[in-house]
C-alpha cells in the first residue's frame, strides 16, 4: 500500500519559515507530480504548490516569491521552503502524489500537518 506521510509544521511567528516534508512509501513504479494543498478553517482546500517529475513548477499566487517547492527522487520526497510566513498562511497542509504502484495509478493523499502563524 502507497502512503503519503508528511512532517515539519508547528507553530511560528510571522515572519518566520518552516519546511514541510513528504515521503512516500510502499510500492511505487513511477510518481508523477506531486504537489502541496492547504485548508484554512472553515475554507476550500486549495493549491499552494504542485511539481512535475521533470521539476516544472507552479504557485498560488499567494505564495510566489515566499515558497518554494522541490522534490527528491531518489527519496520519494517532496518538500516545501515556506518563508516570510505570514498569519493568512495558518492551514492544515497537505501533500499529494500522482502515483504508479502496486495497486495502479492512484492519486495519493497525505494525513495533514498543521502550520501555524502568530501574528
Known amino acids: 500500500q502507497v502512503q503519503l506521510v508528511e512532517s515539519g509544521g508547528g507553530l511560528v511567528q510571522a515572519g518566520g519559515s518552516l519546511r514541510l516534508s513528504c515521503a512516500a512509501s510502499?510500492?511505487?513504479?513511477?510518481?508523477?507530480?506531486m504537489g502541496w494543498y492547504r485548508q484554512a478553517p472553515g475554507k476550500q482546500r486549495e493549491l499552494v504548490a504542485a511539481?512535475?517529475?521533470?521539476?516544472?513548477?507552479n504557485y498560488a499566487d499567494s505564495v510566489k516569491g515566499r515558497f518554494a517547492i522541490s522534490r527528491d527522487g531518489a527519496k520519494n520526497t517532496v518538500y516545501l521552503q515556506m518563508n516570510s510566513l505570514k498569519p493568512e498562511d495558518t492551514a492544515v497542509y497537505y501533500c499529494?502524489?500522482?502515483?504508479?504502484?502496486?495497486?495502479?495509478?492512484?492519486?495519493?493523499w497525505g494525513q495533514g500537518t498543521l502550520v501555524t502563524v502568530s501574528s
Open positions: 511539481i512535475t517529475n521533470g521539476g516544472s513548477a
Open positions: 510502499g510500492t511505487i513504479f513511477v510518481i508523477d507530480a
Open positions: 499529494n502524489a500522482d502515483i504508479d504502484g502496486y495497486l495502479g495509478y492512484l492519486e495519493v
